[in-house]
């Protein structure tokens, strides 16, 4: 392996193209350029726009890139090599290539034997001319051409001759990277490092002769890994996308890749003072994609810096580095306490303090408050997924807790018609200092009507609520044993511009459930509101 800790290493996105044939992911013009400008501000070297010759939505994209303004970023257009038999001239791709006017242009090439003779129908020489014209013709075109040697791993283990022999057609006709691709996303580190190694050696040199670059996708779970040890290997250019999204299952997540070349690597990617941008970076991609964030992604997951046995979290509010292997802030995230029935003091002292709680009041120190949430969650709660609901148990067992409204009752009914949708009403009484408010309102459920009319009861008091939304609702059986008659624990995730807070109910009694949930949800807005 080569040393590479004063080599910088080329950050090239392909979340905008290759992200894109992930199941469930799609982007408009117009989104991928929101996109491309957000990692253009974080320093990302390369965006990769898509494929011009194969799509409209790509075509509009790079003529929005053509009036839009790029600080940081070479936007690229990707394509293929000339279709066999005709000149680079007469190939429709190539030209659209061109047409969308980007600094830098990525074709690929079949480096596969395999692909070239039983896929494509083609002969191996024949193959070779199409990469060698098509580089020199972009390059005519005074374009930065980056070759990506797709399928080159499993190509060269089938035909090692063959596979460096592509390389070379690249080479010799002036591209500017040439990226070593594991398309199936099957290779192992160590074999990463023998085909480079080997390779290198083929090209005639001790050292690379050009630039290298590494493009893996993750069907064995190895895309960082194997990044990681083509960097090692040599590697200049890292291709992967934003969370990792991509094809099957994936490619490189840049998200890990990015911290742990400049964190645990010491190499230079984007610029260090924005790798606290990593952590909205990729929340923004997974809203723009409209995917749910994984919470347990390194780096930037919500779970990253999680802890939940009191025993770590009692080591880490003495020492950090006890259970967590960088400062979350480095790359924009943050510790977390979880609390559960897992939870020992220590979860409950770091929370409290979190929320500016005192703890000692009516007898509830942190250990009887651990024993209590212990209790709940074994009568159903889950408190590790319900930090509002947290927040006022605590006050409420240490006399802290100051309802802004109180219900006085509530009475819901469902009507369903043959042949139509079943519609809920609900009428809700509550109380506010000494003033009564009584409302009704209709839902598609039972649940809705019973937001909407605890909404328009409080609006008169709290016009705030207005900047309230329910984000997410989920309902989950605590023990199916007991059939229709089990409990059931409901867990509703709201949200303000500010912040985002959980709450959960758990009851026999589905609504009761849902009720204890939004009580608890609009009490934590309300109380955040009046402070």
């Known amino acids: 392996m080569e040393a590479t800790s004063n080599?910088?290493?080329?950050?090239?996105?392909?979340?905008?193209?290759?992200?894109?044939?992930?199941?469930?992911?799609?982007?408009?013009?117009?989104?991928?350029?929101?996109?491309?400008?957000?990692?253009?501000?974080?320093?990302?070297?390369?965006?990769?726009?898509?494929?011009?010759?194969?799509?409209?939505?790509?075509?509009?994209?790079?003529?929005?890139?053509?009036?839009?303004?790029?600080?940081?970023?070479?936007?690229?257009a990707f394509g293929a090599t000339r279709k066999p038999e005709i000149t680079p001239e007469a190939d429709h791709?190539?030209?659209?290539?061109?047409?969308?006017?980007?600094?830098?242009?990525?074709?690929?090439?079949k480096t596969w034997d395999l692909h070239v003779t039983k896929v494509m129908d083609n002969s191996l020489n024949e193959n070779l001319t199409m990469i060698a014209e098509s580089v020199k013709w972009l390059k005519g075109h005074d374009k930065e051409v980056i070759y990506d040697a797709e399928h080159f791993f499993d190509g060269y283990k089938d035909n090692p001759a063959y596979a460096v022999r592509t390389l070379q057609a690249a080479l010799e006709n002036g591209a500017d990277f040439l990226v070593l691709c594991d398309t199936n996303g099957g290779t192992l580190p160590f074999e990463i490092e023998t085909i480079m190694d080997a390779v290198k050696t083929a090209l005639g040199n001790d050292h690379w002769?050009?630039?290298?670059?590494?493009?893996?996708?993750?069907?064995?779970?190895?895309?960082?890994?194997?990044?990681?040890?083509?960097?090692?290997?040599?590697?200049?250019?890292?291709?992967?996308?934003?969370?990792?999204?991509?094809?099957?299952?994936?490619?490189?997540?840049?998200?890990?890749?990015?911290?742990?070349?400049?964190?645990?690597?010491g190499i230079s990617t984007i610029a260090s003072h924005r790798l606290n941008q990593?952590?909205?970076?990729?929340?923004?991609?997974?809203?723009?994609?409209?995917?749910?964030?994984?919470?347990?992604?390194?780096?930037?997951?919500?779970?990253?810096?999680?802890?939940?046995?009191?025993?770590?979290?009692?080591?880490?509010?003495?020492?950090?580095?006890?259970?967590?292997?960088?400062?979350?802030?480095?790359?924009?995230?943050?510790?977390?306490?979880?609390?559960?029935?897992?939870?020992?003091?220590?979860?409950?002292?770091?929370q409290a303090e979190q929320m500016n709680l005192e703890l000692g009041g009516n007898g509830y120190d942190s250990r009887k408050i651990a024993a209590t949430v212990k209790e709940l969650e074994a009568a159903g709660y889950q408190f590790d997924v319900a930090d509002g609901s947290f927040k006022i148990l605590v006050q409420k067992l240490t006399k802290q807790y100051r309802p802004l409204f109180a219900l006085e009752s509530y009475r819901i009914s469902m009507e369903k018609d043959k042949g139509f949708d079943g519609y809920a009403h609900a009428t809700i009484k509550?109380?506010?200092?000494?003033?009564?408010?009584?409302?009704?309102?209709?839902?598609?459920?039972?649940?809705?009507?019973?937001?909407?009319?605890?909404?328009?009861?409080?609006?008169?008091?709290?016009?705030?609520?207005?900047?309230?939304?329910?984000?997410?609702?989920?309902?989950?059986?605590?023990?199916?044993?007991?059939?229709?008659?089990?409990k059931v624990r409901v867990h509703i995730q709201s949200r303000d511009q500010d912040e985002i807070w959980n709450t959960i109910g758990v009851s026999h009694d589905i609504i009761e459930a849902s009720w204890q949930a939004l009580e608890d949800s609009f009490q934590y807005k309300l109380a955040k509101s009046t402070r």
């Open 7 to 76: 080599v910088p290493v080329v950050i090239y996105d392909t979340t905008l193209r290759d992200g894109t044939q992930g199941e469930n992911i799609a982007f408009s013009a117009e989104e991928k350029l929101t996109i491309a400008k957000r990692l253009d501000a974080v320093g990302i070297h390369y965006v990769e726009g898509g494929w011009p010759g194969s799509n409209r939505r790509d075509i509009d994209f790079f003529k929005l890139c053509q009036t839009a303004r790029f600080e940081q970023t070479k936007i690229t």
């Open 430 to 486: 509550i109380s506010v200092g000494d003033r009564h408010e009584i409302t009704a309102a209709e839902g598609k459920g039972p649940v809705g009507a019973l937001d909407n009319a605890l909404r328009k009861a409080l609006i008169n008091f709290y016009p705030e609520i207005n900047q309230m939304n329910l984000v997410d609702f989920k309902v989950r059986v605590v023990d199916g044993r007991d059939g229709t008659a089990a």
């Open 278 to 350: 990593i952590r909205q970076l990729s929340r923004f991609v997974s809203e723009t994609a409209n995917l749910v964030p994984r919470n347990d992604r390194p780096f930037v997951g919500k779970s990253a810096f999680a802890h939940k046995g009191g025993i770590h979290v009692s080591a880490v509010r003495k020492e950090t580095r006890a259970y967590e292997h960088i400062d979350p802030e480095m790359v924009g995230n943050w510790r977390r306490v979880l609390i559960s029935d897992l939870s020992g003091k220590s979860n409950i002292e770091y």
């Open 93 to 109: 791709n190539l030209q659209m290539l061109i047409a969308a006017q980007t600094p830098a242009v990525a074709i690929f090439g």
């Open 209 to 265: 002769p050009a630039p290298m670059g590494i493009h893996c996708h993750n069907d064995a779970g190895m895309a960082a890994a194997n990044s990681i040890t083509a960097v090692k290997c040599g590697a200049q250019m890292v291709q992967g996308t934003i969370n990792g999204y991509g094809e099957r299952c994936g490619n490189a997540d840049l998200t890990t890749l990015i911290p742990v070349l400049s964190l645990k690597m």
